[in-house]
T-cell receptor, first 109, second 115 residues
Framework: GEDVEQSLFLSVREGDSSVINCTYT??????LYWYKQEPGAGLQLLTY?????DMKQDQRLTVLLNKKDKHLSLRIADTQTGDSAIYFC?????????FGTGTSLTVIP | GAVVSQHPSRVICKSGTSVKIECRSL??????MFWYRQFPKQSLMLMAT?????????EQGVEKDKFLINHASLTLSTLTVTSAHPEDSSFYIC???????????FGQGTRLTVV
């Protein structure tokens, strides 16, 4: 499979911005995704970006894609305690997905 | 959005027994479904691709005789963990999409504990 990497942990204070980074190797990726996983739950799609875009904003979420460097980031503005979860980036070509290791975000009140 | 339902959400079984996990697409047909496995603090790993009406395609290192996949209809795929062992304890998630150009939708996952 393709290689998708993320840092494992991130802690931020409530109200600050969180930035979760991801790097990938497959230059033929069609879509790149960010998923949220709360304890014991399945994956919730947060947002996705088509590979020919470089930015997408959706309320508190901003996705930046640097295709040249194969770098994807997710910025969460005004982070809340309810944002504490594991965040997975994933890349896909067609129906097949490759996931990063997940970043565990802890929001400190 | 489209819904993928996975059942059961949690199951505990004894070593040596078999467990069946179901993945259903509730409002669309899916010729292809995917099964993933997640170990604690690790990423999801693709186990196999389930194809309606034909044999599943397994990723390297996944035992096809241990993880039996049946994609009997366009809305249902099942994963059976045969002769389960404690090391099979994990979180199993399925995904499906209406077609290759549409995002995939994930089930809520099944937490399997083998005792």
């Amino acid at each position: 499979g393709e290689d998708v990497e993320q840092s494992l942990f991130l802690s931020v204070r409530e109200g600050d911005s969180s930035v979760i980074n991801c790097t990938y190797t497959d230059s033929s990726s069609t879509y790149l995704y960010w998923y949220k996983q709360e304890p014991g739950a399945g994956l919730q799609l947060l947002t996705y970006i088509f590979s020919n875009m470089d930015m997408k904003q959706d309320q508190r979420l901003t996705v930046l894609l640097n295709k040249k460097d194969k770098h994807l980031s997710l910025r969460i503005a005004d982070t809340q305690t309810g944002d504490s979860a594991i965040y997975f980036c994933a890349e896909s070509t067609g129906n097949q997905f490759y996931f990063g290791t997940g970043t565990s975000l802890t929001v400190i009140p | 959005g489209a819904v993928v339902s996975q059942h059961p959400s949690r199951v505990i079984c004894k070593s040596g027994t078999s467990v069946k996990i179901e993945c259903r697409s509730l409002d669309f047909q899916a010729t292809t479904m995917f099964w993933y496995r997640q170990f604690p603090k690790q990423s999801l790993m693709l186990m196999a691709t389930s194809n309606e009406g034909s044999k599943a395609t397994y990723e390297q290192g996944v035992e096809k005789d241990k993880f039996l996949i049946n994609h009997a209809s366009l809305t249902l795929s099942t994963l059976t963990v045969t002769s389960a062992h404690p090391e099979d304890s994990s979180f199993y998630i399925c995904s499906a999409s209406p077609d290759v150009n549409t995002e995939a939708f994930f089930g809520q996952g099944t937490r399997l504990t083998v005792v």
